[in-house]
């Protein structure tokens, strides 16, 4: 069986050495950057030590993890994913006598992502490992505040803990406002509530005397990149954000106290939320280009598409994570008829729908996305404004097919009511999942939420790596370019192969051909100019075709661009730009612990290959405000600062829970969604308050603090 251990012990006989080790390499900021020493190939025991580690935690974890006794005497000691501040050389300066081998292990994750770990050959000596994993915890996570290794052998047990709770606002509220409320420290002094905490200097966390939650205070100011050792405290204590209260001296974010194993579910990354917090951008975006020129089928089982992420997501561990819950929406809303590269993901018992979802929604094509629609919510009321989330087991899901675009449009059709259904079914299976990868996403998603709110949070930006967008359309002007400039022999080898290959996917040889003189005639003469305009066109045939003069030219212009469409594809596929496009984004990127992918390959087949996904991370937040001068179950719709504020009546703060969902959804159309809120406001039933440790999952009060 796995266990986490702090080592504690053993660590305190050498803490005093590895912080001046620790103090000496990185907290100094003028110190030079310690030399690597040369890193010495690992042996056969400590390879297969890290592919053990790697086979029971094969996405995202970081931390030390520690091998048993190898028959040498020698043990293996995995730095896993650590943050980018983090160097070869830097780990070595905590102990270089205790090194015997070191190397750079590489993780796959997708076509050309991964993660890397540092493993370590050292020394079974109980002194210099005490030391080296408080060093090394030091630098990882900016503490060593409960320092966990990880030991093995690695058997990750079946998650027991609920993680998905629906804590409402008015809970929080009464919660961090109960006048019997008393917190402690995380070193264990008593704090009388939650003015006392907010008047301590600094950034602080402390936990409820009752068990059950976590609250770590952030003065207006602060910047969070500095903050490593409090952050980690907060994330180490606490396993789901439940909300927060914002204010104009600072924020005061509210956790669970953990109750879900390190190993299953582990804290969230100082550096992650640091990003976040950097970020000054209303919304985060993921998403699988599908409707790219390049993108297409390969062979008769795999399909390419480029992947988009935020400059700001690029090589980060959100990034990553955005991915995979992406193929985990798209493939099991298809039953698992969709699969992906180099992604072994553990099947569900039993999937959202009996049939694949296009077919389900009868959808010839058809978009799935992540979203945050009706997720976070605030209410302001007399303690000031809280944030809360709708749930915390995964983000809404949004379904959006193309066809009867009528139909689609009219809110009382009944191709939106199968619709609706579908996506608060999906939501309601997603959650329900107790994924903590889709729990973690949630997680990252609120703090991005709440730090937008709290704009004097902040942190100081790190330079994000280069886009990739401008890669891929040169290499698209590129297939553009030989398309117009091919002649003889070669002409004739590039219609017979993307005649060949569009037959394996039932397109006419004689449409093939086709297409390819129309679109081979239209590129004669044209500049690069005219080509990038072309490429852009292909992408929004629809914006194109309503800026066509006659019904005629309309007509021609789109069946250009449906003939570009057919053609692009499959001639980037026969030169397989795929691989040039991968290989040109690595060359440009700079080297680091994470690599997200560029492209994702992928399988499906019929309507299941029609489709595109990702995520949308919008800061906005549906909002909420008590006000007495509303009758009782009644309500108004007004503005803040320019953004839609609900007002209801305090008396009925307890059922705007229930209605965040449609609020968030509908914020386009005032009057529309006054109505739809009011019809809700006199049917919803009033939640009836809950005590604390039942809301959240907590052993009863007296059944003493979870080590």
């Known amino acids: 069986m796995s266990a986490l251990l702090s080592r504690q012990q053993a660590q305190l006989a050498a803490s005093c050495l590895s912080l001046l080790v620790y103090t000496g390499c990185a907290d ?13 190939e690992l042996p056969a025991a400590s390879k297969q030590a890290w592919e053990a580690f790697r086979a029971a935690f094969p996405f995202h974890t970081q931390g030390l993890a520690l091998s048993e006794e190898h028959t040498d005497g020698t043990r293996t000691l995995i730095v896993a994913e650590p943050p980018p501040s983090v160097t070869v050389a830097k780990v070595q300066a905590v102990d270089s006598t205790a090194i015997l081998a070191a190397e750079v292990m590489n993780h796959r994750l997708g076509f050309d992502g991964y993660v890397r770990d540092l493993v370590l050959t050292v020394a079974d000596d109980e002194a210099k490992l005490a030391g080296m994993e408080s060093g090394i915890n030091r630098l990882v996570h900016g503490s060593s505040y409960k320092a966990q290794v990880l030991l093995a052998p690695y058997h990750p047990a079946r998650l027991a803990v609920k993680l998905d709770l629906s804590v ?6 009464q919660w961090l406002h109960a006048p019997d409320l008393t917190l402690l420290s995380v070193f264990g002094e008593p704090i009388e509530g939650v003015e006392a905490l907010r008047a301590l200097p600094g950034s602080r966390v402390a936990y409820s005397a009752t068990p059950g939650l976590v609250l770590w205070w952030i003065p207006s100011g602060t910047l969070l990149d500095e903050q490593l050792e409090v952050i980690r405290q907060f994330t180490i204590d606490s396993d789901l954000i439940l909300g927060a209260e914002i204010a104009d001296d600072g924020v005061l974010v509210v956790g669970r106290e953990r109750l879900a194993p390190l190993s299953l579910l582990p804290p969230l990354r100082a550096e992650t939320i640091a990003l976040l917090a950097g970020v000054d951008l209303a919304e985060l975006a993921q998403s699988y280009e599908r409707n ?9 089982d795999l399909d ?37 590269e180099n992604f072994s993901y553990p099947e569900p018992k039993e999937w959202p729908f009996e049939d694949p979802i296009p077919i389900h929604l009868k959808a010839d094509t058809l978009t799935y996305n992540w979203n945050t629609t009706g997720t976070g919510y605030t209410v302001s009321g007399q303690s000031g404004v809280v944030y809360a989330l709708n749930r915390t087991g995964a983000l809404p899901v949004s379904y959006i097919p193309g066809g ?12 939106i009511a199968r619709l609706r259904a579908a996506e608060e079914r999906a939501y309601e299976y997603f959650a329900h999942l107790n994924d903590p990868l889709l729990v973690r996403v949630v997680q990252y998603a609120s703090l991005f939420q709440i730090f937008t709110l709290a704009p004097s949070i902040g942190a100081r930006v790190t330079q994000a790596p280069e886009p990739p967008e401008p890669v891929l359309e040169s290499f698209t002007l590129d297939v553009l370019r030989k398309i117009r400039d091919v002649e003889g022999s070669e002409r004739e080898r590039l ?21 390819f003189s129309l679109l081979e005639g239209t ?24 800026e066509a003069e006659t019904d005629e030219d309309a007509a021609s ?24 496009y991968s290989a040109a984004v690595a060359g440009q990127r700079r080297s680091g612990w994470i690599r997200t992918p560029s492209l994702v390959l992928s399988g499906g087949s019929g309507s299941l290959a029609m489709s595109i996904g990702g995520h949308n991370l919008s800061a906005r937040v549906s909002k909420f405000k008590t006000d007495p001068s509303i009758a009782r179950n009644s309500l108004r719709i007004g503005e803040i600062d320019g953004n839609p504020v609900v007002f209801v009546n305090p008396a009925d703060a307890a059922k705007i829970s229930e209605m965040v969902r449609t609020a968030g959804k509908n914020q386009a159309d005032p009057a529309q969604l006054m109505a739809q809120l009011h019809m809700e406001l006199q049917t919803v039933k009033e939640p009836r308050p809950r005590p604390m440790g039942v809301a959240l999952g907590h052993p009863p009060p007296g059944g003493g603090r979870r080590p």
């Open 28 to 40: 100094n900021a003028t110190a030079p950057e310690p030399a690597p020493a040369p890193l010495t």
């Open 168 to 173: 409402t606002a008015l809970e929080v509220e």
């Open 292 to 300: 790219h020129p390049l993108a297409g089928p390969l062979n008769a």
């Open 304 to 340: 390419w598409a480029p992947i988009y992420l935020n400059p700001e997501l690029l090589d980060t561990e959100y990034g990553s994570l955005l991915n995979l819950t992406d193929q985990i929406l798209k493939g099991w809303s298809n039953n698992g008829l969709t699969h992906y």
């Open 404 to 415: 009867d675009e009528a139909a689609l449009q009219n809110p009382d059709s009944s191709e």
């Open 495 to 515: 219609i017979e192969a993307i005649k060949s290959r569009g037959e394996r996917f039932g397109l006419d040889p004689t449409y093939a051909t086709f297409a």
């Open 523 to 546: 590129l004669v003469g044209a500049s690069d100019e005219d080509l990038t305009k072309l490429v852009q066109a292909v992408r929004l045939k629809h914006i194109f075709k309503a």
């Open 557 to 580: 212009l789109l069946e250009l661009l449906e003939a570009a469409r057919v053609v692009l594809p499959l001639a980037a596929a026969q030169q397989q730009i795929y691989t040039k």
